[in-house]
């Protein structure tokens, strides 16, 4: 064998070989292009996502403002019905106990009355 026939065969082995290293290179950086995409796609949607329950949350919120005055005034007028009603019982107690009283005067006349005929 002669060295041009090496030679040629050695130039042809390392083109070869620079070949297949360029075509893992193209290889890895397709794969590497297509994993950034995949990881952009992912944080858009990530971020459509955020926006979307932040915007919920915010409704949520507001709803739940909204249910707080709600109960407060409800809370209040129950509160205010419930004096009243208690004013208006001492009232009524207060009347019944005049009544009593009274009774109790128009008995004690009565018993003394027939005591005092006797």
């Known amino acids: 064998m002669d060295w041009i026939s090496i030679s040629g065969?050695?130039?042809a082995v390392a083109t070869a070989v620079v070949t297949v290293q360029k075509v893992l290179k193209n290889l890895k950086k397709a794969h590497e292009l297509h994993n950034a995409k995949i990881l952009q796609a992912a944080k858009e949607d990530l971020s459509v996502a955020k926006i979307k329950l932040e915007a919920r949350i915010e409704a949520?919120?507001?709803s739940l403002v909204?249910?707080?005055e709600g109960v407060s005034r409800d809370i209040a007028h129950v509160k205010e019905t419930h004096s009243n009603e208690l004013k208006n019982l001492g009232e009524k107690i207060g009347e019944i106990r005049q009544?009593?009283?009274d009774q109790h005067?128009?008995?004690l006349q009565l018993l003394t009355a027939l005591i005092d005929k006797k």
Do not use: F, V, Y
Request: charged share 25%.
């Open 9 to 11: 065969g050695i130039a």
């Open 60 to 62: 949520l919120e507001h």
């Open 66 to 68: 909204a249910l707080k």
């Open 99 to 101: 009544e009593l009283r």
């Open 105 to 107: 005067a128009q008995i």
